[in-house]
C-alpha cells in the first residue's frame, strides 16, 4: 500500500468566510469517518483569517480516491467553488 498525503492551504474570501467556517465543521467530521481517512486537519490561520492550513493522511490511494469523489458532490464542494487551493500531494510507498 501507498499513503497518500495533500498538504497546503486554502484561501477563502472575506465575503464568504462565516459561510465556509460553518460548512467546514461537517465536512471535517464527515471526512474523518471516510473509510482509510488517517488524518484530517484544517486549521485557520490566527493572524490571516481567511487562509487556511490543510492536512490529509489516506492509507492508500483509494482511499483519497474515493474522498476526492465525495467532496465533488458534497455541499463543501459548492460552499467552497470560490476558494483558492494550494495543495501538494504525495504518495508514500511501503516497502
Given at each position: 500500500?501507498?499513503?497518500?498525503?495533500?498538504?497546503?492551504?486554502?484561501?477563502?474570501?472575506?465575503?464568504?468566510?462565516?459561510?465556509?467556517?460553518?460548512?467546514?465543521?461537517?465536512?471535517?467530521?464527515?471526512?474523518?469517518?471516510?473509510p482509510?481517512?488517517?488524518v484530517?486537519?484544517?486549521?485557520?490561520?490566527?493572524?490571516?483569517?481567511?487562509?487556511?492550513?490543510?492536512?490529509?493522511?489516506?492509507?492508500?490511494?483509494?482511499a483519497?480516491?474515493?474522498?476526492?469523489n465525495?467532496?465533488?458532490?458534497?455541499?463543501?464542494?459548492?460552499?467552497?467553488?470560490?476558494?483558492?487551493?494550494?495543495?501538494k500531494?504525495?504518495?508514500?510507498?511501503?516497502?
Amino acid at each position: 500500500m501507498s499513503k497518500v498525503t495533500l498538504s497546503g492551504h486554502i484561501e477563502v474570501p472575506a465575503v464568504e468566510l462565516a459561510k465556509i467556517t460553518v460548512a467546514l465543521e461537517k465536512h471535517m467530521a464527515l471526512t474523518r469517518e471516510e473509510p482509510g481517512c488517517i488524518v484530517f486537519e484544517v486549521v485557520q490561520d490566527s493572524e490571516e483569517p481567511t487562509m487556511f492550513t490543510v492536512y490529509e493522511e489516506f492509507v492508500d490511494q483509494a482511499a483519497f480516491d474515493s474522498h476526492q469523489n465525495r467532496v465533488l458532490a458534497s455541499s463543501w464542494s459548492e460552499a467552497t467553488k470560490n476558494v483558492v487551493r494550494h495543495y501538494k500531494v504525495t504518495v508514500e510507498e511501503s516497502i
